[in-house]
C-alpha cells in the first residue's frame, strides 16, 4: 500500500485517538486506511464526489481488508454524510474556497462535537476568513512541505464566537514563525502580498488595493522579525 504523503501524515498525526472519521475527497482512501491499519480509528467513512477515485479507493479498501471498518460513498462535499455519523472531519487537498463552501453547504458542522482537519491548497486566507466569521476557532495550524511546497494543515472546532477576520490572521492563521516549516510558509504569503502589491500599483484605479496588500507585506514582515 502507497505510503502517506507529508501533508496526509501531518493530518494523521492530528485525528484523536478512537475518533470516527469522515474523509471528504478521500481520493484513493490512503488516509482512511491508514488511521484503521495503525488502529488509530476503528471506523472511518471515506467520501468522494468522483466514481472513478472512489472505485480506486474501493479496490485498496478491499486489498487491506477493511471493508468492515470503511464505508464508502460517492457524493458532492457533505452531502454523502449524515450529522453525527463521524465527530471528526476531515477536509484535504482542496482550493480554500471551496473547502469553505462545503462547510458553507452543511451547517450542521457548526457544533462543537465536530473537530474539522482542513488542509487548503490554495486560498488558505478564503478558508480562515470563512471559519472565523462563521463562529469557527482555529485552535491549531502548522505547515508542512510536501513534494517541492509548502501547505498548512489547520484543526477547528465550532465556538459560536462570530467575528470580522482580521486580515493579518486571515493570511497567517497561527502559524509560528519560531518553527521552520511555519516560517518559510510565512516567507511564501509576504513574498505572494508584495508581488500582488507591486503587480497593481502602476493599474489605474487599483492603487488602494495595491497599498493594502503592500501594508499586509509589511505586517507579515514584522511578524517574521519577531
Not at 21 to 44: K, N, Q, W
Not at 86 to 105: E, F, K, N, P, Q
Not at 129 to 144: D, H, K, N, P
Request: with cysteine.
Amino acid at each position: 500500500m502507497q505510503a502517506l504523503t507529508a501533508r496526509l501524515a501531518a493530518i494523521a498525526g492530528r485525528i484523536p485517538p478512537g475518533a470516527t472519521v469522515a474523509d471528504i475527497g478521500t481520493d484513493h482512501g490512503l488516509l482512511p486506511i491508514a488511521l484503521v491499519t495503525s488502529g488509530r480509528c476503528e471506523h472511518a467513512i471515506a467520501c468522494d464526489i468522483r466514481e472513478k477515485p472512489l472505485a480506486a479507493a474501493r479496490r485498496n479498501v478491499a486489498a487491506a481488508g477493511l471493508t468492515e471498518n470503511i464505508e464508502l460513498r460517492l457524493g458532492d462535499g457533505l452531502a454523502a454524510l449524515k450529522a453525527e455519523e463521524a465527530d471528526c472531519i476531515v477536509i484535504a487537498g482542496m482550493g480554500g474556497d471551496v473547502i469553505a463552501g462545503i462547510l458553507a453547504r452543511a451547517p450542521w458542522v457548526q457544533d462543537r462535537r465536530y473537530r474539522l482537519l482542513l488542509q487548503p491548497m490554495t486560498s488558505a486566507e478564503v478558508l480562515r476568513r470563512y471559519l472565523c466569521e462563521t463562529g469557527f476557532q482555529i485552535e491549531s495550524e502548522s505547515a508542512v512541505f510536501d513534494r517541492g511546497r509548502y501547505y498548512t494543515v489547520l484543526s477547528a472546532i465550532f465556538a459560536g464566537n462570530a467575528a470580522p477576520c482580521d486580515e493579518l490572521f486571515a493570511f497567517c492563521g497561527r502559524l509560528d514563525p519560531k518553527r521552520n516549516e511555519d516560517r518559510a510558509y510565512l516567507q511564501k504569503v509576504r513574498k505572494r502580498l508584495e508581488d500582488c502589491a507591486r503587480d497593481l500599483e502602476n493599474a489605474p484605479g487599483r492603487e488602494a488595493v495595491a497599498s493594502t496588500y503592500d501594508s499586509l507585506a509589511r505586517r507579515v514582515a514584522a511578524l517574521l522579525e519577531g
